[in-house]
C-alpha cells in the first residue's frame, strides 16, 4: 500500500506548511518532508485512496507559479560501495 508521494517542481519559497495545506484538502496529511534547495519533497498520506486522489487532482495543477508533477515515490535507488563517479 503506498500512500508517500513526490511532489516536484516546486517552488524555492514553498514550505511545509504550504505542502500540508495544500494535500490536507484531499485528505489526512501525515507527514511532509522538503527537500531544501531542491526544488522537490515528499507528502505521506494517511491512506492510498487519499494518497491517489491527491495525485489525480494536483498532477499538472498550478502552485505558486509552477505546474506540480506529483506521482507515487519510489523506493530510494542502493548505490555499490566503492563505486566511483568521476
Sequence with gaps: MQTKLYVGNLSFSVT???LKTLFST??????????????FG????????????????????DFKGRKLKVDIAQPPKSRSRGQRYR
Excluded: C, P, R, T
Aim: hydrophobic fraction near 30%; avoid cysteine; charged fraction near 35%.
Design 26 to 39: 484531499h485528505g489526512e496529511v501525515k507527514d511532509v518532508k522538503l527537500i531544501e534547495g531542491k526544488g
Design 16 to 18: 511545509n506548511e504550504d
Design 42 to 61: 515528499f507528502v505521506e498520506m494517511s491512506n492510498q485512496a487519499e494518497s491517489e486522489s491527491a495525485k489525480k487532482a494536483l498532477n499538472g495543477s
